[in-house]
Structures are given as C-alpha cells and as structure tokens.
C-alpha cells in the first residue's frame, strides 16, 4: 500500500466512526419526554410530552367517524408543548375516513391534563 492509499484509508475509517458516534448521539437523546418540575404544591412532577400526545389520540379515536381507518402522526413529530399546572397542548393531526369512506386529513389542538398514574383528562379539543 502506497503512503496516500493508507491516509485515505484512514480518513475513511475516522469518518465512518463519527457518522456512527453522531447517529447513536441523534437517537440515545430523548431529552422532551421528561423533564422534572415542581407543581404549586413544591411535589416533583415529570412532564410527558409523548404521554399526552398518545392519550391526545385516544380521545380524538372516540369522535371520529370510522375510528379504525385513524392514521395518528408519530408522537416525535407532534408539537407538544408543557403549558404548567400537568396540561399540555398538542397540536397534530390524523388520517381518517369521512362517512364518504375518503380519506381526510384533519388537524387538531388538544389540551390534556395529566391526573397521574396513568389518568388523563382531556380539557378540550379543536378540529380544523
């Protein structure tokens, strides 16, 4: 092997194991799922951004028209954001059949309220 064959070689090797490093760095973080806070009463509380975007589905599946044709957007992908006292607005949307039987997508704000161990209320929902 020539001395340029032997750094190109190298270089080759430094860069496959920083793309590697990166990926794992990209998806190991999972920094908007909980965060520690404190509520009104000075208790720690977890804020669960994807919690309230998965149970956000569930309420909207009750009112939809043909429920098991219902295509949520991945949670990641979901804008959630914490607005204090354990509610969350949720904004995303779903796939879904009209009573036409064609497929739709509609957006929609959920605000949730977390009740703890795994109960949650749902304050209000908006289609547009």
Not at 7 to 23: A, D, E, N
Not at 78 to 96: E, K, M, R
């Amino acid at each position: 092997m020539t001395k340029d064959s032997k750094k190109l070689r190298t270089c080759l090797i430094v860069v496959t194991v920083c793309f590697f490093v990166i990926l794992l760095i990209i998806f190991n973080s999972d920094t908007s799922q909980k965060e520690p806070t404190i509520n009104v009463f000075g208790e720690t509380y977890d804020i669960d951004n994807r919690g309230a975007c998965y149970m956000s589905h569930q309420f909207v599946e009750d009112r939809l028209k043909s429920p098991s044709s219902a295509k949520f957007q991945n949670c990641y992908d979901a804008y959630v954001s914490y607005l204090g006292n354990q509610t969350y607005s949720i904004y995303t949307y779903v796939d879904s059949q009209n009573s036409f039987g064609a497929t739709i997508r509609t957006y929609y704000i959920a605000e949730m309220i977390d009740r703890q161990n795994d109960y949650w209320n749902l304050r209000q929902v908006i289609f547009e």
